[in-house]
């Protein structure tokens, strides 16, 4: 079953995310497939409250590499998973470029995450000079390498891995299905060369309702990570029947 996530990012305020998640849970009621919301920190209680009874599953963008302690502002994935997120995306490029998210730091994050039994979804992916330099798989094995390494085959059972590049990313510039696809390759290859066999990667960057198809089908992605069309339940629910 192919897996579907929303990120809202930043992108609403805590009343708009309960609206919006209201309308979500309605689109959804008849739902059969694996479909994710991911809110922002401050409406995930709201939001998880109104999942609870939905077709929907709760996934936070990012979670805390400590679980209790003297962390100032940091958001503990126990109280994360007390609330109800299954999932959590860990090095969104976003983090990574404004927040100086460090391989070092993310591995931390995917061990949190394991620890208290939330699947970490790795965001991986080239930058547009990256990818122009001829660079994209090298820096991608780079991210693989850098927060994967030191997990045994047993630690990362529940592991998915989303590529998105990182000039796809809001821009509409979606990336070829061809090039995506020799992307998930050299990951599939890299993971099965760790020993990680069945490890889904989902592909993010401009999914639309009108191109998501092309990403999927059962030589594609085994899902995909959606921003600007996963705050609009009519367009992420057409994607997300793509299954
Ligand atoms: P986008 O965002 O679909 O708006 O390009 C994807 C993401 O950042 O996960």
Redesign the pocket.
Known sequence: MKIF?A?W?MQLSPEESVRTARRFARVFRDYKGRALLCPDFLSLAAVSKILAKSNLSLGSQDLSAFDRGAYTGEISPLDLRSLGVEYS?IG???RRSYLQESDKLLAAKIKMALSHKIIPVL?VGENALERKQGRAMTVIKNQLKGALQSFSIADLRSLII?Y?PVW?????L?CDRDKALRVKATINEWCQRGGFKKVPVLY?????PDNALSFLGSDGFDGL??????LDPESFRKIADLN
């Not at 993010?204 to 639309?208: A, F, R, T, W």
């Open positions: 996530i990120n990012k995306l969104h490029s976003e965001c989303a998105e796809s990313i809001g821009t509409g979606s993010g960057g401009s999914v639309k990570l959606v921003g600007g069309a996963g």
